[in-house]
């Protein structure tokens, strides 16, 4: 592995430490063995479970929405987000034996140019020179190394692959999280993390398939993926940004890019 430790400072002539951290330029595509951290299902989650609110703008009630292939969805009308029984997820073991299973070449052509739709209209939107941080990245973080080459520095986290959580203590210029949230457990404590992370004006792009046609959901490749247990619509990701005072672009489908105010009281 090839890393390079950057010294910075926050203007003020005063070493700041979280951006005097370790970039990532190049690693092994290996994947380690699933955290400490991803532990089995606690009983409150089961009980929350039964209370069948919304995790992913917090309300309160939510109505069931389908079952299909042993696995019941509920809608929230509120974001309108679907998402399955969270008893039914997958344990961390059989999610991250899943995740083993990707092939995604960080140097092929074709995965960077599925990574493009983000990457291109986010670079447009960035100051020169800026502090991002991939979450999510998964075993090959492809697209910190496509944000490296345009000339940033870029951070990585991922819970089973890179799970050192000292980057999630730093604060950053723009967060990507690309095909992840769909795999979020708890959706609105991530985003009110991603909150906490990044800097007045800062940018959060994230890239998942929008659930559309309700139709067409029990035979939507996207839900069939055991990992997935979250489907966002277009307003369901304006809602959560709007819950922040964040503005969010819709630049090309399955793409969001939201945009923290840079006068906090706006």
């Excluded at 029990?218 to 005072?245: C, K, M, N």
């Amino acid at each position: 592995m090839r890393e390079t430790i950057t010294t910075a400072t926050d203007g003020s002539g005063e070493h700041d430490p979280c951006r005097a951290q370790k970039y990532w330029r190049g690693i092994s595509l290996t994947g380690g063995a699933p955290p400490c951290g991803a532990q089995k299902r606690s009983a409150k989650e089961h009980a929350n479970a039964a209370n069948h609110g919304c995790g992913v703008c917090g309300a309160s009630a939510t109505r069931p929405f389908l079952s299909v292939d042993g696995r019941d969805y509920r809608r929230c009308d509120c974001c309108q987000a679907t998402f399955l029984n969270p008893a039914q997820r997958l344990s961390p073991e059989a999610e991250h034996a899943h995740y083993l299973q990707h092939r995604n070449d960080p140097a092929g052509a074709d995965y960077r140019r599925f990574l493009s739709k983000l990457a291109d209209p986010l670079l447009k939107r960035l100051a020169p020179h800026r502090d991002g941080l991939d979450y999510g990245c998964g075993p090959g973080p492809a697209l910190a190394q496509m944000l490296c080459e345009a000339g940033h520095r870029v951070s990585v986290f991922d819970p089973y692959f890179f799970p050192d959580p000292a980057p999630l203590d730093c604060r950053y210029d723009f967060i990507t999280c690309t095909e992840a949230i769909e795999h979020f457990h708890r959706p609105a404590e991530e985003f009110a993390r991603f909150e906490r992370m990044l800097r007045p004006g800062g940018w959060l792009a994230v890239m998942t398939c929008f659930q559309a046609d309700d139709g067409r959901f029990a035979s939507w490749h996207y839900r069939r993926d055991p990992t997935h247990v979250v489907f966002y619509r277009e307003t369901t990701l304006r809602y959560i940004a709007q819950g922040f005072a964040w503005s969010c672009e819709i630049p090309v489908k399955d793409v969001a890019l939201m945009q923290k105010p840079l006068n906090l009281n706006a």
